[in-house]
C-alpha cells in the first residue's frame, strides 16, 4: 500500500523503532527564542550536557520584543531578563542567535523560511506551537514543550507516537477576495479546535496547488488551531522557486539531488488516510471569528449564532460564554460590530504577501477615527521588504502605526496591548480570552478584512469599502 | 521526573470546554525563567471572581481537576503544566486534551487521564454535590474510582512505564546513541545547516 506524505517523512527521520516503544525521530531544524528555552538550557547546564547539534539549531528573539525604540533599553526589566537569559545561554553554548536589532530577527516561523532553512522533506521542530507553519514546505512540523526543547538540544532527537493522518482535500478555485486566512478559518469552524487532535493534517486539491508560499504557511500555521499538531502540504514548484537562491538553499549539485528527493514527497495515489474532510472552495467567502476560540467563526455576512441554536450542551455553554465574554448579543450581524483596534502582523500573517495586499486595501484611504492601527511585519527583513516597496509610507498616509518586527499584539508580550473591554480586528491566531491583552476581546480576520475594517470601523470585506465609496458622492 | 503511581484527592470541577493554555497561564507569567513560582498565575483571570470554582473555600487543598473537552488547546507553553502542579494538582481528567498539552503533562508527572465525557459528567454531579468526594486516580490499575465508580483508562504502555518510574526521556534516549551517530552519518549532504563550517 502506498503511502501519505506525512508517512514518508517520518520513516525518513526514523532513528530508532522498536516494539513497545515511540519511534525516535531525528530532528533536521531547532528554531529557538527567549520564552521557552531558559527552563532547558538550565536543565542541560544541571547534568553537564551539551548542545549535540548546534549546526542545525538557531535562535531569535520574537515574544517580547518591544516594537518602538529597539535602540533603547527594554523598559519591562522582567522582559528584559528573559532576552538576556537567551543572549547568555547562546554565547555559553555557542547558538547562533539573531538578536533584536539585527537584520535576520524576527518571529521565528517567519525567519526560518525566510533564510531557506526551512525546507521539504525537513523534521523542524520549536517551543511554541506555530510551528506548524513549516509544514508549508512538505516537511513534518510541530510545537514542543520545553521539556522537549531540551531533549532535542541534548540528543537532536525526540521520541514521538506515530500520529495518524487527515487529509484535507480542498476543491475548486477561490473566489476573488477570498484568502488563505478565510479558507483555513472556515476549515477550522468545521472540523472544531479539537477536530484534528491526534492527526496530521494534509491539505490538498486544487484550491492549495494554486497557493502562493506565504498562503501556504498561513494554512499550515493554523492547524494547531484545529488540534493538530501539524499541517503540511505536498511541495511543487511553487515551493522550489520560493527556495532557489536563499541563503541556505541548497546550491549546484546539492540542488539538484535536493529536489530529486523534494519530488517523490507527495501521498502516493493508493494511499490511505485515516479521515478525510471535502471543502468545495468556491462557496467560501470571507471568514471572521466572533467567538473565544478559533472554531466559532462565521462568514463576514452572518449574523452573531444564537447560543441556544447548538444541539451540543457543552458548545451551547462555550458559545453563551463566549458572547458574555465578548460583549456580543445574538442574531446582531457582524458588520455591526465596531472595533478600536486593527493589527496587522503575526506569524501567520505577517509576511510580504499580506503586508501587500493590507496596504493594497488601505491605500489612499484613512484608518477611521477613534481607530488604531498597527502593523507589524513578521521580521526585519519583511519591514525592509515593504519600506523599499514603499508599504510603510501607505500604512502612515492612512493612519496607521508602522513598528518593528516581533510577536507583538498577537499575544501582549510585549507593550502592544488591547486595553480591558478593547475590541480588536486582528491577522492572527487566537482569539482567546485576555489573548491580546487582559480583558482584550479579538476577532480573527484576513489582512484584507483587517485594512477594510480599519477604514470603516467595523467588521467589513474590501468590497464593503466600494460600495461605500458608491454611495458617498465625490469630493463629501 | 517525580514518579506518579496512585493519587487520591478532593477535587475541583471545571464545566468548561475548551480550556486554552492562555487562561491555564496567560503569556505575562511566562517572561519568568524558572520552572517554579507559577501558582499564582493559574487561571489568573477567572480567579478574580470570587465565585470561581477554584476560589470557593471548599475546594481548597484538592489536587484533581476535572475539566470539560478540548483542555489545555492553544500555545505550547510547559508553563501551564507547571502552573497546575505549583497550585497542587496531581491529575487533570477531561475527555480530550489538546496534544502538545497532554505530551508536556505525562514529561512532568501531572498525570492527564481521558475518560468518557459521561464519567466527567458523573464526576462533575458527585463532586460537585460533595465537595469531600474523594478520586483516585490509580495508574498501576489504570483506573479511576469515586464513589459509586470505577472507570478504566488508557494509556499508552511505554509512557505509563516511564511515569510509573519517574524516568528521564533523554537518559533514556542517550541510552541510544549509537543509533543516533549511525542517522547522522547517512543523512544526506544537502540539508541545510545553520553554522558554516
Known amino acids: 500500500m502506498g503511502r501519505t506524505l506525512a508517512e514518508k517523512v517520518w520513516d525518513d527521520h526514523v532513528v530508532r523503532r522498536a516494539e513497545g516503544e515511540p519511534d525516535l525521530l531525528f530532528i533536521d531544524l531547532h528554531l529557538l527564542h527567549e520564552v521557552t528555552s531558559p527552563q532547558a538550557f538550565d536543565g542541560l547546564r544541571k547534568n553537564g550536557r551539551r548542545v549535540r547539534r548546534l549546526d542545525l539549531t538557531i535562535a531569535t528573539e520574537d515574544h517580547n520584543t518591544p516594537t518602538l525604540d529597539i535602540d533603547k533599553p527594554i523598559a519591562d526589566p522582567v522582559s528584559r531578563v528573559q532576552l538576556e537569559t537567551l543572549r547568555k545561554n547562546c554565547a555559553e553554548f555557542g547558538v547562533r542567535l539573531h538578536p533584536l536589532g539585527d537584520v535576520e530577527q524576527g518571529v521565528v516561523h517567519v525567519v526560518g523560511p525566510q533564510l531557506g532553512l526551512t525546507q521539504p522533506g525537513m523534521t523542524v521542530v520549536c517551543g511554541d506551537s506555530h510551528t506548524s507553519t513549516h509544514g508549508a514546505f512538505g516537511g513534518l512540523a510541530f510545537g514542543i514543550g520545553t521539556s522537549q526543547v531540551e531533549h532535542v538540544l541534548a540528543t537532536q532527537t525526540l521520541p514521538m507516537a506515530r500520529p495518524k493522518t487527515m487529509a484535507i482535500t480542498v476543491d475548486g478555485e477561490l473566489p476573488e477576495g477570498v484568502t488563505a486566512k478565510d479558507l483555513i478559518l472556515a476549515i477550522i469552524a468545521k472540523i472544531g479546535t479539537g477536530g484534528g487532535q491526534g492527526y496530521v493534517l494534509e491539505y490538498r486539491g486544487e484550491a492549495i496547488e494554486k497557493l502562493s508560499m506565504?498562503?501556504?504557511?498561513?494554512?499550515?500555521?493554523?492547524?494547531?488551531?484545529?488540534?493538530?499538531?501539524?499541517?503540511?502540504?505536498?511541495?511543487?514548484?511553487?515551493?522550489?522557486?520560493?527556495?532557489?537562491?536563499?541563503?541556505?538553499?541548497?546550491?549546484?549539485?546539492?540542488?539538484?539531488?535536493?529536489?530529486?528527493?523534494?519530488?517523490?514527497?507527495?501521498?502516493?495515489?493508493?494511499?490511505?488516510?485515516?479521515?478525510?474532510v471535502v471543502i468545495d472552495a468556491s462557496e467560501l467567502s470571507p471568514?471572521?471569528?466572533?467567538?473565544?476560540?478559533?472554531g466559532q467563526g462565521a462568514p463576514l455576512s452572518a449574523s452573531v449564532p444564537d447560543p441556544a441554536s447548538y444541539e451540543d450542551a457543552?458548545?451551547?455553554?462555550?458559545?453563551?460564554?463566549?458572547?458574555?465574554?465578548?460583549?456580543?448579543?445574538?442574531?446582531?450581524?457582524?458588520?455591526?460590530?465596531?472595533?478600536?483596534?486593527?493589527?496587522?502582523?503575526?506569524?501567520?500573517?505577517?509576511?510580504?504577501?499580506?503586508?501587500?495586499?493590507?496596504?493594497?486595501?488601505?491605500?489612499?484611504?484613512?484608518?477611521?477615527?477613534g481607530v488604531r492601527m498597527l502593523v507589524v511585519p513578521g521580521s526585519a527583513r519583511v519591514g525592509l521588504q515593504a519600506v523599499s516597496e514603499g508599504l510603510d509610507v501607505v500604512f502612515k498616509e492612512a493612519g496607521a502605526e508602522w513598528r518593528h518586527a516581533g510577536c507583538s499584539m498577537c499575544l501582549g508580550m510585549n507593550p502592544d496591548q488591547l486595553a480591558p473591554g478593547e475590541r480588536s480586528a486582528s491577522t492572527s491566531n487566537r482569539n482567546f480570552e485576555g489573548r491580546q491583552g487582559k480583558g482584550g476581546r479579538t476577532h480573527l480576520v484576513s489582512p484584507q478584512v483587517a485594512a477594510a475594517t480599519a477604514v470603516l470601523g467595523h467588521l467589513a470585506s474590501p468590497a464593503d469599502l466600494a460600495a461605500a465609496d458608491d454611495r458617498t458622492p465625490a469630493g463629501v | 521526573m517525580e514518579a506518579f503511581t496512585t493519587h487520591t484527592g478532593r477535587a475541583v470541577p471545571l464545566r468548561r470546554s475548551n480550556v486554552d493554555t492562555d487562561q491555564i497561564i496567560p503569556a505575562h507569567w511566562l517572561k519568568k525563567v524558572t520552572r517554579d513560582g507559577f501558582e499564582d498565575g493559574l487561571f489568573e483571570a477567572w480567579r478574580k471572581d470570587p465565585e470561581f470554582v477554584l476560589n470557593r473555600p471548599e475546594r481548597a487543598g484538592a489536587t484533581v481537576l476535572v475539566a470539560g473537552p478540548d483542555f489545555g488547546t492553544g500555545s505550547s507553553r510547559e508553563h501551564a503544566v507547571w502552573a497546575l502542579q505549583n497550585y497542587g494538582f496531581k491529575a487533570v481528567i477531561s475527555s480530550r486534551f489538546a496534544d502538545i498539552f497532554r505530551g508536556n503533562s505525562l514529561k512532568n508527572g501531572l498525570l492527564t487521564v481521558v475518560l468518557d465525557q459521561k464519567i466527567v459528567d458523573a464526576l462533575w454531579e458527585l463532586t460537585e454535590a460533595d465537595p469531600t468526594a474523594e478520586i483516585t486516580v490509580d495508574l498501576e490499575a489504570r483506573e479511576v474510582r469515586a464513589e459509586g465508580l470505577n472507570a478504566p483508562f488508557e494509556l499508552d504502555e511505554n509512557a505509563r512505564w516511564r511515569l510509573l518510574n519517574g524516568l528521564d526521556d533523554i537518559s533514556l534516549t542517550l541510552r541510544n546513541e549509537a543509533d543516533i551517530a549511525a542517522y547522522e552519518a547517512k543523512r544526506p549532504s544537502f540539508k541545510p545547516r545553520t553554522l558554516t563550517a
Open chain 1, 314 to 369: 457543552s458548545e451551547r455553554l462555550a458559545a453563551e460564554k463566549a458572547l458574555e465574554y465578548m460583549g456580543l448579543e445574538a442574531g446582531q450581524t457582524l458588520r455591526s460590530i465596531n472595533v478600536d483596534t486593527v493589527f496587522v502582523g503575526s506569524c501567520t500573517n505577517g509576511r510580504i504577501e499580506d503586508l501587500r495586499a493590507a496596504a493594497d486595501v488601505i491605500k489612499g484611504r484613512k484608518v477611521a477615527d
Open chain 1, 287 to 294: 471568514f471572521v471569528t466572533w467567538g473565544t476560540n478559533p
Open chain 1, 214 to 276: 506565504e498562503a501556504r504557511m498561513t494554512i499550515c500555521n493554523m492547524s494547531i488551531e484545529a488540534g493538530a499538531r501539524a499541517g503540511m502540504i505536498a511541495p511543487d514548484e511553487t515551493t522550489f522557486a520560493y527556495l532557489e537562491g536563499r541563503p541556505h538553499a541548497p546550491k549546484g549539485e546539492d540542488w539538484d539531488a535536493a529536489v530529486a528527493y523534494w519530488k517523490t514527497l507527495r501521498s502516493d495515489d493508493d494511499a490511505e488516510f485515516d479521515a478525510e
